[in-house]
T-cell receptor, first 113, second 112 residues
Framework: GENVEQHPSTLSVQEGDSAVIKCTYSDSASNYFPWYKQELGKGPQLIID?????GEKKDQRIAVTLNKTAKHFSLHITETQPEDSAVYFC????????????FGAGTQVVVTP | EPEVTQTPSHQVTQMGQEVILRCVPISNHLYFYWYRQILGQKVEFLVS????????KSEIFDDQFSVERPDGSNFTLKIRSTKLEDSAMYFC??????????FGQGTRLTVV
């Protein structure tokens, strides 16, 4: 089955700097890659996603890139702010079972003022 | 903004007891899911539910687990005889036809 690896496990950045989180997946049939943000005491919140027919997607300060050949995708957060501090999860799934997400282990992002 | 709601937020139960975790998915959503996250581990898929039946389940989802949509709004996960290793955060999620899945805030289940 699909296996998603995520790095780093923790990431500390200065406010205003950029943060990059990387994930790899094992099953070339995966074609949907969402990113979730989880704040303390809350459930995962979808922040951005990408499908395999595009290589990059951007939404204000966040962007996701996908390299299907290498089977990896990344989350980029620019101009980080303290409210970006959270755990971020990448995930992958396939078209015939989109909701069956395989999650990465998560990255604890700490943005220091 | 519509959201998935879960109750209770925290459930403590004795080993061997039955528990029911409840979820109210977003009203026009068609697909429903349960996930769990054991402390310090990945979020894991348990089961998907569509058109009033299970469409897919993981190896974790054995005979001790069941799901039900008893009415038009609730979606429940039942664990018949809880074990210590069932202690985890349980998340409900739902989606429409597009792939974007929305998660509830979770129920922390503690089995003692």
């Amino acid at each position: 089955g699909e296996n998603v690896e995520q790095h780093p496990s923790t990431l500390s950045v200065q406010e205003g700097d950029s943060a990059v989180i990387k994930c790899t997946y094992s099953d070339s049939a995966s074609n949907y890659f969402p990113w979730y943000k989880q704040e303390l005491g809350k459930g995962p919140q979808l922040i951005i996603d990408i499908r395999s027919n595009v290589g990059e997607k951007k939404d204000q300060r966040i962007a996701v890139t996908l390299n299907k050949t290498a089977k990896h995708f990344s989350l980029h957060i620019t101009e980080t702010q303290p409210e970006d501090s959270a755990v971020y999860f990448c995930a992958a799934s396939m078209a015939d079972s989109w909701g069956k997400l395989q999650f990465g282990a998560g990255t604890q992002v700490v943005v220091t003022p | 903004e519509p959201e998935v709601t879960q109750t209770p937020s925290h459930q403590v139960t004795q080993m061997g007891q039955e528990v029911i975790l409840r979820c109210v998915p977003i009203s026009n959503h068609l697909y429903f899911y349960w996930y769990r996250q054991i402390l310090g581990q990945k979020v894991e898929f348990l089961v998907s539910f569509y058109n009033n039946e299970i469409s897919e389940k993981s190896e974790i989802f054995d005979d001790q687990f069941s799901v039900e949509r008893p009415d038009g709004s609730n979606f429940t996960l039942k664990i018949r005889s809880t074990k210590l290793e069932d202690s985890a955060m349980y998340f409900c999620a739902s989606r429409e036809a597009p792939p974007e899945a929305f998660f509830g805030q979770g129920t922390r289940l503690t089995v003692v």
